[in-house]
């Protein structure tokens, strides 16, 4: 398992109050009908390394969703999602409440930012974007 392969199973089980939830996520790409969301890993850092190989990591994501932004009604809907999805996944980090990221690693801390539009097209179809650092422990392999 790896690290977005962790992640994408945790946004798996985000619901907002009104229930609304993602209705596919992808690894990568955006493709096909909007309520899309897809994961993407943006870096991968040594924050600190032990005597014994044993090292703090942080790992960067671009998270973006597609979806219709034509309407105004849409545009709210989208940024409403966004919001909640950082709220929720914030939350999870004050209870604890981590994704599994694979052998050998420990997640120690979830976080969301920078909620915002990204891009629009012609077609009434736009990207938005969250992005989720995690910082994780990972042991050296034996």
Known sequence: MTIADGLIAFLWSFTDENGLSIKNILMDIVE???DVLSVSPS????????LN?????EANFQVFLKAYTSENSNRIKNTHLIDKMK??????NKLKNFPEIGEYKSCRKIEANNGMIYDTNESGEGLYLLQIKITYYEKMKK
């Open 32 to 34: 096909g009908n909007p």
């Open 43 to 50: 870096s991968d850092n040594t924050i600190k390394r032990y």
């Open 53 to 57: 190989g044993d090292e703090v990591r």
């Open 87 to 92: 709220e929720w996944i914030n939350r999870q």
